[in-house]
């Protein structure tokens, strides 16, 4: 587990300053805040090391037309749930958390058809899982980047063992089906 980081008024100013502005230069956050360029060079990298800040590229949600699917689920083994997930195109990231739902799970998807299908094969079903609650998020108030896996490995079967061939979501039109497997209907993962 990661200790607790120590930020001074100097190392706050410059993470508001690339939040703000990611491409801004280190000369012009050194004018900004008072300090060498070197200076802010040392405290970026600093931050980076200990993982407090990152740089990711990916998807803006705010901009990019797509559906965030958040799913807060009541299971048993969360770890063995998110391991199905791992290798999903269509899975952001999972949370456990405390509460009465101990699972938090994100997916993005073209449509909300896919994203139900996703739900209702895969994570109802499971005998480990006794409740899921599903929203779908409507807006985002900042700009949000997702990094999603935009080239993925075709391989025979479906990380999370389904076949898209016997899936009635799939045979009626219901799902865009898996990118993967080459099943697989819609724009994103060509």
């Avoid at 360029?37 to 970026?44: A, D, N």
């Avoid at 990231?93 to 799970?105: D, P, R, S, T, Y």
């Avoid at 061939?165 to 697989?184: F, M, R, V």
């Amino acid at each position: 587990m990661v200790g607790i980081f120590e930020l001074d008024e100097k190392d706050r100013m410059i993470l508001e300053i690339l939040e703000k502005n990611p491409e801004i230069s280190q000369n012009e956050i050194a004018k900004i805040v008072g300090l060498s360029q070197p200076s802010v060079g040392s405290r970026i990298k600093k931050m980076k090391e200990l993982g407090i800040i990152s740089h990711a590229y990916g998807i803006n949600i705010k901009n990019a037309g797509l559906y965030i699917l958040k799913a807060d689920v009541k299971c048993k083994q969360p770890k063995e749930l998110l391991k199905l997930f791992k290798d999903c195109p269509f899975f952001l990231n999972g949370f456990i958390v405390a509460g009465n739902k101990n699972l938090v799970m994100m997916f993005v998807g073209e449509d909300l058809p896919t994203l139900e299908a996703i739900v209702d094969q895969h994570i109802r079903p499971n005998p480990d899982v006794y409740d899921v609650d599903v929203g779908i998020i409507v807006r985002a108030e900042k700009d949000t980047i997702i990094p999603i896996n935009i080239r993925v490995e075709r391989r025979s079967k479906a990380p999370c063992g389904s076949n898209c061939k016997e899936c009635d979501y799939w045979n009626y039109e219901l799902c865009l089906g898996c990118p993967i497997t080459g099943y697989y209907r819609g724009r994103i993962w060509k």
